[in-house]
């Protein structure tokens, strides 16, 4: 890398490459940023959770306080079967099957309801509308587990990984968690919880587990899911990060297949919908609303340094057909690794920007113009 730029820093071609950069913003704006992010929304795709346990256990609280959006309260369910109810809300890539009745020792009617549910839809064929895991809650206050929630653990979990929950956890005894984990064989695992502070008379006891349960949700859901789930959650960052990994790690190499196709000059333009197209992506993952004016706003402000990446790319091109012998076979594997590098550079200045610019709003709307200015000093701060 340090060599190629050393190259590209000392001759002329530079200036004359420049002057096209003009140019080549502007084919890069009339692009159909509409499309792409449509396109790279649709990607993300969708993560289907079924939450189950007793009346009263804190499964509402717990999806409420891990999904953004309110999901439990606001959305109003949609009837699945009779007694498992589907809770979605517009642009959230997260659905919850929140089941009911638990109690009225009908485990098994619910048991024989989700089998069957989730068979139908394994028979679908789209993984989108696939259950992909199940969350069973048990109360870690009042400290009691049956037999009939034992046996349904159990067998749920030859169908889908299911995730043992213990809610409402207030002290730090292990002791009904060990019980819970020798019984429940089949289960991934059995995570302790408290979804909200809880207040006693001496002070209060902070939340906390939702990130480790999060954490392990992220590695035992298929792959399929994952983006999803990092997209709807809002407690853990570290998974945040790896779905962002993910992305720019793919835009790397779909960037590096166009790069290593010669197309003279105006092959700057195909890199752009690879690039626009996994902005989109980790806006939604961060997100954010990945709408055409926040996008728009975005790229235009960055226009500048995003065209002198494009020149920089040129440049090395256009220095390769000065030196005789480096044909386009040399041509071509220098700019798939320039255009890798330049697209993995632009991703993490990318998310650098919406990381600092979102922990400057606290917690407030993030908007476009504060993203941008942040993304042209990261976008700065990178050697091409
Ligand atoms: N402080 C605190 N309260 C909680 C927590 N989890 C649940 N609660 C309380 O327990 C009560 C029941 O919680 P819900 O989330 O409604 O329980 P649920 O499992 O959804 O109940 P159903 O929808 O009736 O099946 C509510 O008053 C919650 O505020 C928690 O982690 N911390
Ligand atoms: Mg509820």
């Given at each position: 890398m340090n060599k190629i730029t050393d190259i590209i820093k000392g001759p002329k071609v530079i200036q004359e490459q420049a002057q096209n950069l003009e140019e080549m913003a502007d084919s890069a704006k009339s692009l159909n940023i509409k499309k792409i992010i449509d396109e790279a929304v649709e990607k993300i795709g969708q993560v289907n959770i079924i939450i189950a346990g007793k009346?009263?256990?804190?499964k509402s609280t717990l999806v409420n306080a891990v999904f953004k959006g309110n999901l439990a309260e606001t959305g109003v369910g949609k009837p699945v079967t009779q007694t498992m109810k589907e809770y979605s809300k517009e642009g959230e890539p997260v659905h919850i099957f929140d089941t009911k009745g638990?109690?009225?020792?009908?485990a098994l009617t619910i048991r024989q309801e989700l089998k069957s549910e989730i068979e139908k839809r394994k028979k679908l064929g789209d993984t989108k509308k696939q259950i992909h895991l199940a969350w069973f809650c048990i109360s870690n206050d009042g400290k009691r587990v049956e037999k009939a929630e034992i046996e349904f653990i159990n067998d749920l979990a030859k169908d889908i990984p299911v995730v043992v929950v213990l809610t409402k956890?207030?002290?730090?005894?292990?002791d009904f968690y060990n019980v819970v984990k020798e019984e429940c064989v089949e289960a991934t695992n059995v995570i302790r919880v408290l979804a909200l502070p809880y207040e006693t008379p001496i002070g209060t006891i902070p939340a906390f587990g939702l990130e480790e349960l999060v954490e392990h949700t992220y590695e035992i859901v298929p792959d399929i899911a994952k983006a999803a789930l990092a997209a709807s959650?809002?407690?853990?960052?570290t998974i945040t990060k790896k779905a962002v990994d993910k992305i720019i790690a793919v835009a790397a190499s779909s960037a590096a297949a166009v790069g290593a196709?010669?197309?003279?000059?105006?092959d700057a333009v195909l890199l752009a919908p690879v690039q626009i197209g996994m902005m989109a992506s980790i806006t939604k993952v961060m997100q954010m609303d990945a709408d055409r004016a926040f996008l728009t706003t975005l790229l235009s402000s960055a226009a500048g340094v995003l065209g002198a990446t494009i020149t920089g790319r040129a440049v090395v091109r256009g220095l390769l057909k000065c030196?005789?012998?480096?044909g386009s076979v040399i041509g071509g594997t220098i700019s798939a690794v320039t255009a890798s590098l330049l697209t993995t550079g632009m991703g993490y200045a990318y998310y650098n920007a919406v990381k600092t610019a979102q922990a400057s709003a606290k917690g407030g709307e993030t908007n476009a113009q504060s993203v941008a200015e942040e993304f042209k000093k990261e976008l700065k701060k990178i050697k091409f």
């Open positions: 009346t009263g256990v804190g638990f109690e009225l020792g009908n956890t207030l002290d730090t005894s292990l959650q809002k407690v853990n960052d196709t010669p197309i003279p000059f105006s030196i005789p012998g480096a």
